[in-house]
């Protein structure tokens, strides 16, 4: 029923819904240097979207209507499940036994850490709830869960100390979710704080895998955090444009997607 009442909406107030239900909340200013328009023109795209009563108009911005922050993660969880999936298991293919690794917040990291459920002796830092749930199964493994708030959201932790604490460790293999992957290369979160948590944990980490879904191609995330030149491998589950491969190419980048089959597969491009 709710596909059905939708209004048609132009790419501009589509990212604006979308950064509404990540964030919860954004301003005016945001999203006027965002998109590279004026405020009155944000103005406008809010009050149209709160019209049809899909987001709150709030002075100087736009918010969640109260309740619906709570459904935004199964929602989220449940967005190209299997996609998550075959992209977990491909990187779980190539941790080892024995690895230390973080394990990034989100929902592909969700399905990272399911992937890893068969491994052994892993030594795992997360800030990540859902992760502690999947993996505190496995006795052997020695599981560290970072201080802080719980974001009730999303289900991650959530801290100004987060990024300090994490740089107390060093770690084999650093595996990170990402808002967005933009053509030129820049990978970006939704929010400040998970930002500087990510950037912390790139620079305690060998080796850098991001793992994303097709929705993340340009998706609208704010905050940027690494570039792939600093990643070792990503993965994914679609073929990317052919100038964003030879990005990664020229930056000694490899990239793995997943097969879309019952059986996972890798098919390597790079």
């Known amino acids: 029923m709710f596909e059905a009442s939708m209004p048609k909406l132009n790419s501009r107030q589509h990212n604006i819904l979308e950064l509404v239900r990540e964030l919860g909340y954004v301003s005016i200013d945001q999203l006027s240097e965002k998109f590279g328009v004026s405020q009155q023109t944000v103005r406008r795209d809010i009050i149209f979207l709160d019209s049809h ?121 650093g595996i990170f979710g990402v808002g967005s992957l933009t053509d030129d290369g820049q990978l970006l979160d939704y929010h400040y704080r998970d930002a500087q948590a990510s950037r912390a944990a790139l620079d305690i980490a060998r080796v850098k895998f991001a793992g994303l879904d097709h929705s993340k191609l340009n998706a609208p995330a704010l905050m940027p955090f690494a570039s792939v030149a600093e990643i070792d491998a990503v993965f994914t589950e679609q073929a990317l444009s052919p100038d964003l491969t030879q990005l990664f190419r020229s930056n000694n980048v490899d990239l793995h997607i997943a097969k879309m089959s019952n059986e996972t597969g890798l098919a390597t491009t790079l």
């Open 53 to 173: 009563d899909l987001v709150r108009r709030h002075h100087g911005g736009a918010g969640l209507h109260p309740g619906t922050d709570r459904l935004a993660y199964p929602n989220r969880k449940g967005r190209n499940a299997f996609a998550k999936e075959q992209i977990g298991k491909l990187i779980a293919s190539k941790v080892p036994n024995g690895a230390s690794l973080f394990i990034d917040m989100g929902t592909t990291m969700a399905a990272v850490a399911e992937a890893l459920i068969s491994h052994k002796n892993l030594k795992i830092i997360t800030n990540h709830i859902d992760v502690v749930y999947t993996l505190c199964e496995k006795t052997d493994f020695e599981i560290i869960l970072t201080g802080g708030l719980v974001r009730n959201r999303d289900r991650a932790i959530w801290d100004n100390t987060t990024a300090e604490f994490l740089r107390r460790f060093r770690v084999d293999y």
